[in-house]
């Protein structure tokens, strides 16, 4: 499993941010022409400082937030969900099995422990 920054390590998606997106034109539409950078100008009001000025300055911003969000997801999250799978599967393989054919075991706790104690790199 990835343990890193899903966003900075997946050349697709960087390619689609950087190449593939039209930010021209969407950037403008989702800030609504800048205007809370303008507001900022007038009025100078704290709750708008970070407010982008430009499609620059805005992407620059979510890339920053995406970047953060892809460590998160890679590094915290991913390795939360890891052990977790590790523990069900872990759980669910060393299950007493029931008799099989011939009235034997088809593997026993603790050689599914054992082996499974192989797995865990």
Do not use: C
Not at 10 to 33: C, M, Q, R, S, Y
Not at 103 to 115: F, H, I, L, N
């Amino acid at each position: 499993m990835i343990q890193n920054n899903y966003f900075d390590n997946n050349a697709d998606l960087l390619f689609t941010v950087d190449h593939f997106v039209d930010w021209a034109t969407i950037i403008p539409l989702k800030e609504e022409g800048f205007k809370d950078a303008a507001e900022y100008k007038k009025t100078g009001d704290k709750h708008l400082e970070y407010a982008p000025a430009s499609v620059e300055e805005a992407l620059e911003g979510y890339k920053a937030v995406w970047q953060q969000s892809g460590e998160l997801a890679g590094i915290e999250i991913a390795g939360a969900a890891r052990s977790r799978v590790w523990a069900a599967t872990s759980w669910w393989s060393a299950r007493p099995r029931t008799k099989g054919a011939g009235g034997k075991r088809s593997s026993s706790v603790a050689e599914v422990r054992s082996r499974a104690s192989t797995w865990r790199r």
